[in-house]
Nanobody, 130 residues
Framework: QVQLVESGGGSVQAGGSLRLSCVAS????????MAWFRQSPGKEREGVAA???????KYADSVKGRFTISKDRGKNTLYLLMIGLKPEDTAMYYC????????????????????????WGQGTQVTVSS
């Protein structure tokens, strides 16, 4: 049974940093497509960052240069380092896994489509105050 468990969320002031973690069990992330999504009340789930089986990374324009996605294969853990946080980054952040196609052969927005991911975590809340 695949489980993805996120942690690392919290409340920070604008300009602050957080590192989110997603520990996978029953699933080896090293050669898998993994992603971070976020969702605010009343808004659609938004793709934030993703890393495919080739190690190619994709980012939403709103977070480029501020967020970094990475994998620790030894710990079977996915990370999202977030710096320069803004109030508009406030959301529930979700870990996702299992998109079937490599980014080199998919459309530009493929990585940000929630429907292509097979497994999801329960989320961790990030709140950024101004």
């Amino acid at each position: 049974q695949v489980q993805l468990v996120e942690s690392g969320g919290g409340s920070v002031q604008a300009g602050g940093s957080l590192r989110l973690s997603c520990v996978a069990s029953g699933y080896t992330i090293s050669n898998k497509c993994m992603a971070w999504f976020r969702q605010s009340p009343g808004k659609e789930r938004e793709g934030v960052a993703a890393s495919d089986s080739d190690g190619i990374t994709k980012y939403a324009d709103s977070v480029k240069g501020r967020f970094t996605i990475s994998k620790d294969r030894g710990k079977n853990t996915l990370y999202l380092l977030m710096i320069g946080l803004k109030p508009e980054d406030t959301a529930m952040y979700y870990c996702a896994a299992g998109c079937p196609y490599r980014f080199a052969f998919a459309g530009a927005e493929y990585f940000a489509s929630p429907g292509v991911y097979e497994h999801w975590g329960q989320g961790t809340q990030v709140t950024v105050s101004s």
